[in-house]
């Protein structure tokens, strides 16, 4: 590992920045077991309060009283509006002057899902001083039918070890979540390469809970492959080239290849860290995003010196 690639993910994006509580991120403790239990214990997960309201509204009340205590007016979802790790903490903070709390009430916690979780521990990690990577991909083990759903994760640089540990503080990962074993989570640049020669079934792989399709998986390793470069974008935001359905399926053989040959590079990140560092910085058609509030016919960077 060299120390150009530590220093880089050392380094904070617009996402991960830590300055503004720089010294209280690094006051929090260092045990990772102690410290993503903590963060899990300031958040809802939008599934988690959906499934506590529908639990109310069939059986009059709900098994963890997330539903009851929870403000019917306050925001389900803070995914669209707390985009950063500042943003998220602020908002906490604003709950709760006491900052992260083991016993925040329900009412004063942040509905987020697990990109957020992931970008607020990434930001954590490196006011620490640890080199840390948020990852986008698959997981299989929140159901036992096989099926794979879109999940976001860190891996974070041991150094006394020398080795990159994967994290995922997701209960649902088990018991080794803080020191997952590598081929526990469905890498998305594996997925990508085993659908597209037919290794793998397309139709077990979910993004929320009903997307599937070829598309949803180039989305997917668009949000790999912008965090591994330092780049943690929401899953709101798309390549402007493949930005819909009809764009996507008029890609021609040459253009997927470009994807079968970016989904390459990232099965080994690490050994290929220039070459996508490459790709990051001088292909405009991966780097250059439509958003809720950016579309095509903004983007006349495309028509500059293409």
């Not at 081929?183 to 397309?202: H, M, P, Q, T």
């Not at 989904?263 to 690490?270: D, I, Q, W």
Request: with cysteine; aromatic share 14%; proline share 3%.
């Amino acid at each position: 590992m060299t120390e150009e690639m530590l220093n880089f993910y050392l380094k904070t994006s617009i996402y991960t920045n830590y300055e503004p509580y720089k010294e209280y991120y690094k006051s929090l403790s260092n045990d990772m077991e102690e410290l993503t239990d903590l963060i899990l214990s300031q958040t809802i997960h939008r599934k988690e309060l959906r499934r506590s309201r529908k639990e109310q509204l069939e059986k009059g009340k709900s098994h963890d009283h997330i539903s009851e205590e929870y403000p019917w007016w306050q925001y389900i979802c803070h995914d669209d509006i707390l985009l950063t790790a500042p943003a998220i903490t602020a908002e906490l903070f604003r709950q709760d002057e006491r900052g992260f709390t083991k016993n925040r009430e329900i009412r004063h916690k942040v509905v987020i899902t697990c990109r957020y979780v992931a970008i607020l521990i990434a930001s954590i990690l490196k006011a620490k001083g640890i080199p840390c990577r948020v990852r986008s991909g698959f997981a299989s083990y929140f159901t036992n039918d096989n099926r794979c759903f879109d999940h976001w994760i860190i891996e974070y640089y041991h150094k006394k070890e020398k080795r990159w540990i994967i994290c995922d503080p997701n209960p649902a990962s088990g018991k080794d979540h803080i020191d997952m074993p590598q081929k526990k989570f469905c890498w998305i640049a594996e997925v990508w390469l085993n659908v597209r020669s037919g290794k793998d079934d397309i139709n077990k792989y979910i993004h929320g809970s009903s997307f599937q399709g070829l598309n949803m998986l180039a989305y997917t390793l668009f949000f790999d492959f912008h965090a591994l470069m330092g780049d943690e974008i929401s899953y709101l935001f798309k390549p402007s080239y493949i930005d819909d359905d009809n764009e996507f399926f008029s890609l021609t053989k040459e253009e997927l290849k470009k994807l079968d040959n970016l989904a390459t590079l990232m099965l080994n990140p690490n050994k290929n860290f220039a070459e996508l560092r490459y790709l990051f910085n001088n292909e405009k058609k991966f780097r250059i995003l439509n958003t809720p509030l950016i579309s095509d016919k903004e983007h006349l960077e495309m028509e500059i010196n293409n």
